[in-house]
């Protein structure tokens, strides 16, 4: 149980009578404080867990029960291979509606009976919640003909079964019929996908308890779900829905740094000068009629208006951090509408040169990766890795497949797990070189390809991007010689190294899916537990553009390790290849 230390506190002890002051302050009139001694923690270690509402303050947290909600494999309905060990908060449910909030069996509860009209609505809530309805006074649905949307049509009218809106709510034929149909044709790596796919399908989700990944989840629910994250409630203003700014919520950080190398690039300098100006920034003009000084994210990934913001991006389509030949027929389509928005302000030949410099850093950076993924990939498969993949608790397939292992690439058996299956790509609980390798290709390849896409020259190179994998390549050429520095000694001189049990578990390793997955059901993976077909399973990408990709790999030698092709694109001009350079 832990202490109190009762604290006297005096103010203004100063000068030479500061001991008066305390001997007058210690009397029985003295008022005492009880602080909580946080600096002695042997006096919670190993606590058994309580209710978090029992009032005690743990040090760092440890003893107070973990909360987790629902239990595993005993989720809400959702869409996705692996939602059987999707761990959810209660807050989750308004950011997935339709899943969480609005389904009987896990509506919040709600002490007003009755059904009630807009009137009446405005009226409650000028009282309970007036920044709604300010707000909903400004909107186009306060002032809709012949009739306003009101909060009845949104929410409906029975106080006893209030729905949170969806985007499909929004979406229906008699209002924003033709958005909700454009959203929906984006696909892996789209708003449309972001939620069931990224985080009912992803590793790093499945994995961690809820709270580890909360912001993961608040982030990729909100834009599939919900029509709301981009146009704000209750205004729902287009206007406000055309500036750079509201992407920043999500777009922004270290693995997905756009809102950075857009704001300091030369695109985001012109917007942040003249933005406040209505003669270049004109808001009230609809996306289609346009003519900035200088584009916002939505003007050229949101081209005239459209809701598949994929059309104008390039995660998951081979076009932007992955090495593909950009010159071949099958991507000049997608080349050609991008170069069309450089159009705008450009010349063409200007736009695909600096596309065409965007590209050659991004395969200077995945040639570097190689190299970097090379040093480690060679330390598992000689067994010197320190620790090894099964020297570390389940992951989260509940077997024990190196974290840097891509399935579809990397079938050596060293690596563990069978054809295909990949490992988590996570950062924690795995050898300081395979984190670096992670960050080097999710942090710092992702500067690279981002400040080139976005013209900030500084993060593509000097700040993290190319000269940051340089860092983390030195680091680990560096642990790689120790390790193997290390090995050899031990052989030497007949030393057989025990891995440390701190690596297998812990009291937050402990709460990973993989170690439940082993414990509850031995013998069984994920991948047999959850045997239904997924997003990656459904959602295919062009027979033709999975015919090229193939080919490019075996080209490329990535499955018998073959050396790359470099600068050799049919839309290479310009650019020198290596047998030119040498």
Same mark, same amino acid.
């Given at each position: 149980?832990?202490?109190?230390?009762?604290?006297?506190?005096?103010?203004?002890?100063?000068?030479?009578?500061?001991?008066?002051?305390?001997?007058?302050?210690?009397?029985?009139?003295?008022?005492?404080?009880?602080?909580?001694?946080?600096?002695?923690?042997?006096?919670?270690?190993?606590?058994?867990?309580?209710?978090?509402?029992?009032?005690?303050?743990?040090?760092?947290?440890?003893?107070?029960?973990?909360?987790?909600?629902?239990?595993?494999?005993?989720?809400?309905?959702?869409?996705?291979?692996?939602?059987?060990?999707?761990?959810?908060?209660?807050?989750?449910?308004?950011?997935?509606?339709?899943?969480?909030?609005?389904?009987?069996?896990? !509506?919040?509860?709600?002490?007003? +009976?009755?059904?009630?009209?807009? $009137? #009446? %609505?405005?009226? *409650? &809530?000028?009282?309970?919640?007036?920044?709604?309805?300010?707000?909903?006074?400004?909107?186009?649905?306060?002032?809709?003909?012949?009739?306003?949307?009101?909060?009845?049509?949104?929410?409906?009218?029975?106080?006893?079964?209030?729905?949170?809106?969806?985007?499909?709510?929004?979406?229906?034929?008699?209002?924003?019929?033709?958005?909700?149909?454009?959203?929906?044709?984006?696909?892996?790596?789209?708003?449309?996908?972001?939620?069931?796919?990224?985080?009912?399908?992803?590793?790093?989700?499945?994995?961690?308890?809820?709270?580890?990944?909360?912001?993961?989840?608040?982030?990729?629910?909100?834009?599939?779900?919900?029509?709301?994250?981009?146009?704000? !409630?209750?205004?729902?203003?287009? +206007?406000?829905?055309?500036?750079? $700014? #509201? %992407?920043?919520? *999500? &777009?922004?950080?270290?693995?997905?740094?756009?809102?950075?190398?857009?704001?300091?690039?030369?695109?985001?300098?012109?917007?942040?000068?003249?933005?406040?100006?209505?003669?270049?920034?004109?808001?009230?003009?609809?996306?289609?009629?346009?003519?900035?000084?200088?584009?916002?994210?939505?003007?050229?990934?949101?081209?005239?208006?459209?809701?598949?913001?994929?059309?104008?991006?390039?995660?998951?389509?081979?076009?932007?951090?992955?090495?593909?030949?950009?010159?071949?027929?099958?991507?000049?389509?997608?080349?050609?509408?991008?170069?069309?928005?450089?159009?705008?302000?450009?010349?063409?030949?200007?736009?695909?040169?600096?596309?065409?410099?965007?590209?050659?850093?991004?395969?200077?950076?995945?040639?570097?990766?190689? $190299?970097?993924?090379?040093?480690?990939?060679?330390?598992?498969?000689?067994?010197?890795?320190?620790?090894?993949?099964?020297?570390?608790?389940?992951?989260?397939?509940?077997?024990?497949?190196?974290?840097?292992?891509?399935?579809?690439?990397?079938?050596?058996?060293?690596?563990?797990?069978?054809?295909?299956?990949?490992?988590?790509?996570?950062?924690?609980?795995?050898?300081?070189?395979?984190?670096?390798?992670?960050?080097?290709?999710?942090?710092?390849?992702?500067?690279?390809?981002?400040?080139?896409?976005?013209?900030?020259?500084?993060?593509?190179?000097?700040?993290?991007?190319?000269?940051?994998?340089?860092?983390?390549?030195?680091?680990?050429?560096?642990?790689?010689?120790?390790?193997?520095?290390?090995?050899?000694?031990?052989?030497?001189?007949?030393?057989?190294?025990?891995?440390?049990?701190?690596?297998?578990?812990?009291?937050?390793?402990?709460?990973?899916?993989?170690?439940?997955?082993?414990?509850?059901?031995?013998?069984?993976?994920?991948?047999?537990?959850?045997?239904?077909?997924?997003?990656?399973?459904?959602?295919?990408?062009?027979?033709?553009?999975?015919?090229?990709?193939?080919?490019?790999?075996?080209?490329?030698?990535?499955?018998?390790?073959?050396?790359?092709?470099?600068?050799?694109?049919?839309?290479?001009?310009?650019?020198?290849?290596?047998?030119?350079?040498?």
């Amino acid at each position: 149980m832990g202490k109190f230390l009762k604290v006297t506190l005096a103010s203004a002890l100063l000068g030479c009578g500061a001991m008066g002051v305390v001997g007058n302050l210690m009397t029985k009139e003295a008022k005492a404080v009880e602080i909580i001694t946080h600096w002695v923690p042997h006096e919670v270690y190993g606590q058994i867990g309580e209710p978090d509402n029992n009032g005690k303050v743990f040090f760092s947290g440890l003893g107070a029960k973990y909360m987790g909600y629902p239990k595993h494999e005993n989720p809400p309905a959702y869409p996705g291979k692996y939602s059987k060990f999707w761990r959810t908060l209660p807050a989750y449910r308004y950011y997935i509606p339709d899943y969480m909030y609005n389904r009987d069996e896990v !509506r919040p509860s709600n002490p007003i +009976k009755g059904t009630f009209q807009l $009137e #009446q %609505c405005i009226a *409650c &809530h000028s009282v309970m919640t007036p920044g709604i309805v300010r707000d909903y006074k400004k909107s186009a649905h306060s002032r809709a003909e012949p009739s306003p949307t009101g909060c009845d049509t949104c929410h409906g009218n029975n106080h006893q079964k209030l729905t949170m809106p969806s985007s499909k709510a929004c979406g229906t034929s008699e209002c924003h019929e033709t958005q909700y149909s454009e959203q929906g044709q984006g696909g892996i790596g789209s708003h449309a996908s972001c939620s069931s796919f990224a985080q009912v399908e992803c590793a790093w989700s499945i994995e961690r308890p809820p709270g580890d990944t909360a912001g993961c989840t608040f982030c990729h629910t909100s834009p599939e779900e919900r029509c709301s994250t981009c146009h704000q !409630r209750h205004q729902f203003d287009p +206007k406000i829905a055309r500036k750079s $700014e #509201q %992407c920043k919520t *999500c &777009h922004w950080g270290k693995d997905h740094r756009d809102w950075e190398a857009y704001d300091i690039g030369l695109h985001g300098t012109v917007y942040q000068i003249n933005k406040w100006d209505p003669k270049q920034f004109d808001w009230t003009k609809k996306l289609a009629d346009a003519d900035y000084v200088g584009p916002t994210c939505q003007y050229c990934h949101m081209r005239g208006g459209h809701h598949n913001v994929q059309r104008f991006g390039t995660v998951y389509t081979s076009m932007g951090m992955s090495m593909a030949d950009r010159g071949a027929p099958i991507w000049k389509e997608k080349r050609d509408r991008w170069a069309s928005v450089c159009d705008d302000c450009h010349s063409p030949r200007f736009a695909r040169e600096n596309l065409q410099a965007m590209d050659e850093a991004v395969k200077d950076a995945g040639l570097k990766y190689r $190299e970097t993924f090379q040093v480690a990939a060679d330390l598992v498969k000689d067994g010197v890795a320190d620790p090894m993949p099964k020297d570390l608790c389940p992951d989260w397939s509940g077997q024990h497949v190196w974290s840097l292992k891509i399935g579809a690439y990397h079938d050596d058996p060293a690596f563990g797990g069978k054809a295909g299956e990949s490992g988590e790509f996570r950062m924690s609980n795995v050898s300081d070189i395979e984190r670096l390798c992670f960050e080097s290709v999710g942090y710092f390849q992702t500067y690279i390809f981002k400040g080139m896409a976005h013209g900030s020259w500084n993060d593509a190179t000097y700040n993290d991007g190319s000269f940051g994998m340089d860092r983390w390549l030195v680091n680990i050429k560096q642990d790689a010689t120790q390790a193997r520095r290390l090995a050899a000694l031990e052989k030497k001189v007949g030393v057989t190294w025990v891995p440390e049990s701190y690596w297998k578990t812990g009291e937050w390793l402990d709460q990973l899916t993989g170690p439940y997955i082993v414990k509850n059901h031995p013998g069984k993976t994920i991948f047999d537990l959850c045997p239904d077909p997924g997003w990656l399973d459904t959602h295919h990408a062009p027979a033709e553009e999975v015919e090229y990709i193939n080919r490019k790999i075996k080209e490329l030698g990535m499955k018998d390790g073959g050396k790359p092709h470099y600068g050799e694109g049919k839309d290479d001009k310009g650019a020198r290849s290596m047998k030119e350079m040498h």
